[in-house]
């Protein structure tokens, strides 16, 4: 199984950057999937979720400014960052979660690199 994750880089201040994850060698389709960040010197905190068919939830910080949204592909994901901030600097991974006979499996891309600087 393998998330590959894109649209990471630098932007200053206001701007906006998309991210996008697809999940490939799944054989069973994901239930959800989300977006993490990191802080330099903080813990893995989400973002976003998207549970296919169902809710969406958002860290506080970011409602208002990000969307998340399922891809033209099957278990892909996309997140929009408008009106960023220097405070969403971080690594962002994206996670998808998969049901198998009564557990949930937790599976992750390398992450991409989001900075937001003047």
């Known amino acids: 199984v393998q998330l590959q994750a894109s649209g990471g880089g630098l932007v200053q201040p206001g701007g906006s950057l998309r991210l996008s994850c697809a999940a490939s060698g799944l054989t069973v389709s994901s239930f ?18 998207l549970i296919f068919g ?27 960052m408008n009106s960023l901030k220097l405070e969403d600097t971080g690594v962002y991974s994206c996670q998808a979660l998969v049901a198998n006979f009564g557990e949930v499996l937790e599976y992750w891309g390398q992450g991409t690199q989001v900075t937001v600087s003047s």
């Open 54 to 80: 169902g809710s969406i939830l958002y860290d506080d910080s970011v409602k208002g400014r990000f969307t998340i949204s399922s891809g033209v592909a099957k278990n892909s994901v996309s997140l929009e």
């Open 32 to 49: 959800a999937m989300s977006w993490y960040r990191q802080a330099p010197g903080k813990q893995r905190e989400l973002v976003a979720r």
